[in-house]
């Protein structure tokens, strides 16, 4: 059928079985032209037609509910749920996010962009359904690589005890982003090597009935399996095999780089775009080899996403047995580095800023009232980085700051940053975080410090009077900005690198009062909790005029990157407006 | 022998096997005087006997390293390990911690007490010890309870890829802290059943290798069993069925309430003082349980602490399917609070304050990007709570606040609070977190508004000028002396309730301006992050002084209360002399 005629599922369910194969790849055809365009999650979506399809096809959506973990291969469902115009038509392209998203359709039922969490949501609506008398499918669909975060085995362990409708489907396409790693993952390729029938089954010693599909890309067989299992009255698990990258060559062969990828040339798979410029993943990870080889006591771990800290497959073979994937683990990963540590090797966790919201706890009781000297690298911390609401950056000064223990360390620059990077590898003291900036990848301009131990030195970058602005991380650019702009009004500011988010230079904060009535404080998160704050509470009972710039405390979903600082007033024209007017 | 002798575990490995059994006896007897008079964890420690004198007997420690989850089942393995006195005089009582704690000893690994951490934290002691070429047995020791925590799934998934030395013993005593909850517990069960054979085995599909001791209470079989899993070249799970209580009748007859307990009659198990006063778990159960009588779409969660809630046995039975315990899964009862909000249900999760830390990234993500409408009722968030550095009621204003959505309430007496419960389990626009109050249960001395959903406003409970006062919650009562003491020095203070704790009530802070000078901001928690910091960065830029009072940014242990409040200037006379310091 013409896809374009598909507003909703009711809209093909009328199509016979075997015209559904040709509906599969039609879909996948526009898929990809869009995907080539645009860019976006290829193979997990490439993986899940069929199975989309089948859903759809089998299941009385909306009313039906089905919740799609992580979200990201949720593109073809977007297709079939009155949103065909999106992948259709380019001018298009940007109407729907890569997410579900309730406010598009009421066919998706929450927003989601971390892992793990739907088994969880879906146990929470089925027991909703139950309290209320009703009665329709529930229906969680999990990736395998999701299986290894807690939430996704707290779900499963309390979903299991259900005494009603509550379908779990387990799409298995044996990666994560890259490979996955647990021992649960053993199970899994059992569970496929004896087509579902191996002795112990992880999901059967939870309390799953269990079914499985051997070729979860073979459209038919997955509409045989989900008629089994709707409107059954007790939990069960359709384990299906999907093949990641299905039915498109370059995806299929090269699955780590077509999980998300950049437009790319449909022909070649290569990417439109090569973008060579200096980044701090880069960085990060040629300085952690070179560490991890001058001492066998090093190790750098993630949570299954070593590409974001550099490590291509070779640089992780490299690496060896150095290198720490705990799969999608951030809890793990944080308290695993805690053990490290306790045990005399020195472990860095690199960690996306939005993923680390997942080891609070473990941040607090495992690391620091242990005192355990890890070393944790926040990436993408900062508003410059990635902009869909799921994803947000600002959070994690607030979130590590206000911990007791830790040292937070917001480098300006790369040689800041090496230099934060071997201190806090070399030093047995404290927990270390360090908070890689955002935005354009700065140099410094004169030599840089080697010893960070004298903890919370702000320093003086430019000494003037009147007003102080003090710039941390991303940001202190924009504090120099200012300078630049007040000088022009005659006024010689103050420009400071705090360095430290942790704590307060209380020494120099007091010398300010000498010849300053103004003190700016510019951050790269948001204000609430934030570092600006501090440093208002410390002036509050004296004269000292405090304005803190940052994020207010609100969600922002796929913003344009200057509406939101000019929003927030984190402009350099802005700042010294308010500057000069308060100085007045 | 004599228990005054062991200095350490070398002083009893010398015994014979048949001479254990009376060891254990005499540990038991010992410790069941203690607990008599000073309280503590009873039916972990007793279960736990056998296995503690088996492990140290068995296994090198302190150069094989034993971690315990939870460690609230440690008091055995104190008195093996050089820490006897404390248990056989009474004097020295309370000179060891309810948990292990390396600043006591080297037996000591971690500073331990949420649950669920163990497995992660010996996984890092492995990796650690693996990376720098040592040779040591590296256990952890993790009751069934504790399995339902993601960290633990987690922390069991990365283990089991370990390719070396790695022990996982499993105390299943067939409880939490009340009975288990997850389909996990249906695998536990099979396994004892079945003296380990069961065909689906839960350890097995994570890879391990698996011993079962049907009676963990026989000191020879634990011996056997440990002996055999001495110096493994693999991950093994060993598992351990024990009886909580064992060897005292009514911690055998009575698990829950012998979980902990305070000073009770050694021979009747009655406890020495009832606590009859008013307290804050019953008015919320009773309060619930009239909700859920009303409503059967309204439904209580809990993580396994169905007590603190006041949902004795019997209230839960009463609560019938409308009281939903997830076993110790915060993770799991908040993301599944937001999907019951979605179906149309009407959840309320309570939860002490320092194991919201858990589940800090589904407060973001599940509930508040998600907008529903889940009520959060945070137990012990007060530093007149918990004093163990574990277990600090301290940092939820910090976690919370600064989240994006969620509507904070800080009640300051049983009216304000039944009022703000009643209006968050009615609403359907926000996720409403109410902190209960600590201290002394207060009442209202007039009338309490019902609708809350005028959001951020603050009440003036007394006018005055000069100085204004803003005790929150438990420390309004606080704000009030503060003011009852400048009055006697002429000076007529503001008192303010802010009542909400995510929000200012800017009107309000202006509308101080007039004829105010200074601010005062009292809360029940770290002032880093807190709610005093969002005042004095509002006043920041105005000449408005601002001193905010709260606690700093330090863990404490076992503190008192008296003395950590006036080291914090947390008492009526400092703030007056704060006060008028700043006044003149």
Chains 1, 2 share one sequence.
Not at 58 to 79: E, G, L, N, R, W
Not at 99 to 121: C, M, Q, R, W
Not at 263 to 270: A, K, V, W
Not at 509 to 514: A, G, P, V
Request: proline share 4%; aromatic share 10%; glycine share 10%.
């Amino acid at each position: 059928m013409e896809l374009s005629k598909i507003k909703s599922p009711a809209d093909f369910r009328s199509l016979k079985i075997d015209e559904l194969k040709d509906l599969c790849d039609q879909l996948r055809k526009t898929f990809l032209i869009k995907l080539s365009n645009h860019g976006g999650h290829v193979g997990p979506n490439l993986g899940l037609v069929e199975a989309t399809v089948a859903l759809h096809y089998v299941f009385d959506t909306p009313k039906d509910k089905i919740v799609y973990d992580v979200s990201h291969q949720t593109y073809i469902h977007k297709m079939l749920t009155g949103r065909i115009e999106a992948f259709l038509d380019p001018a298009k392209y940007d109407e729907v996010t890569g997410y579900t998203n309730p406010k598009e359709s009421e066919y998706d039922l929450f927003t989601i962009g971390h892992t793990s969490t739907a088994v969880s949501l879906a146990s929470g609506l089925a027991k909703g359904r139950d309290l209320q008398g009703e009665h329709y499918n529930v229906v969680a669909l999990v990736g395998d690589g999701s299986l290894s975060g807690g939430e996704a085995f707290e779900g499963l362990d309390e979903g299991a005890t259900l005494d009603s409708n509550f379908i779990v489907i387990v799409n298995d396409n044996n990666m994560a982003i890259a490979e996955n790693h647990g021992g649960l993952y053993g199970n899994l390729a059992l569970l496929r090597q004896t087509d579902g029938k191996a002795e112990n089954n992880y999901f059967k010693t939870l309390g799953y009935d269990y079914i499985y599909v051997g070729d979860g890309n073979d459209v038919v067989a997955l509409i045989e399996a989900f008629r089994k299992v709707k409107n059954t009255d007790h939990p069960v698990v359709v384990h299906i095999h999907t093949d990641k990258g299905h039915g498109y060559k370059p995806a299929e062969e090269n699955k780590e780089a077509f999980h998300f990828s950049g437009p790319f040339d449909l022909e070649s798979g290569r990417p439109k775009f090569e973008d060579n410029s200096e980044s701090y993943d880069e960085i990060f990870a040629q300085e952690m080899l070179a560490e991890m080889k001058a001492d066998p006591k090093v190790c750098v771990l993630t949570a299954a996403t070593p590409g974001v800290l550099g490590f291509s497959p070779e640089r992780r073979k490299e690496a060896g047995r150095q290198f720490i994937d705990v799969g999608i683990a951030e809890q793990e990963a944080a308290a695993m580095a805690s053990g490290i540590a306790a045990a005399g090797g020195r472990p860095c966790f690199g960690v996306v800023s939005s993923f680390i919201q997942r080891a609070y706890d473990q941040l607090s009781q495992d690391i620091s009232i242990n005192g355990t000297p890890v070393v944790l690298n926040i990436f993408y911390g900062t508003v410059l980085g990635m902009n869909d609401v799921t994803h947000l950056g600002w959070f994690d000064i607030a979130l590590i700051s206000n911990i007791p223990g830790w040292v937070f360390l917001a480098p300006t620059n790369v040689e800041e940053y090496l230099s934060m990077q071997r201190w806090a590898m070399a030093q047995t003291e404290y927990p270390v975080a360090i908070r890689i900036p955002g935005g354009e990848v700065r140099h410094a301009e004169g030599g840089v410090q080697t010893d960070w131990s004298d903890l919370n030195k702000f320093s003086i970058e430019h000494k003037g009077n009147e007003v102080a602005i003090i710039g941390a991380g991303t940001f202190f650019p924009l504090a120099q900005q200012v300078a630049d702009l007040l000088a022009k009004e005659g006024i010689e500011a103050t420009v400071i690198n705090p360095r430290y988010l942790s704590g307060l230079d209380t020494d120099m904060l007091d010398s300010l009062k000498k010849n300053h009535r103004l003190v700016i404080t510019i951050e790269d998160g948001i204000l609430d909790g934030g570092f600006g704050e501090k440093i208002a509470r410390y002036y509050g009972t004296s004269d000292m005029k405090v304005a803190n710039y940052g994020l207010a405390k609100k969600f922002a979903d796929r913003y344009d990157y200057n509406q939101l600082l000019t929003a927030n007033r984190l402009t350099a024209p802005q700042i010294t407006e308010d500057a000069l007017s308060l100085l007045k």
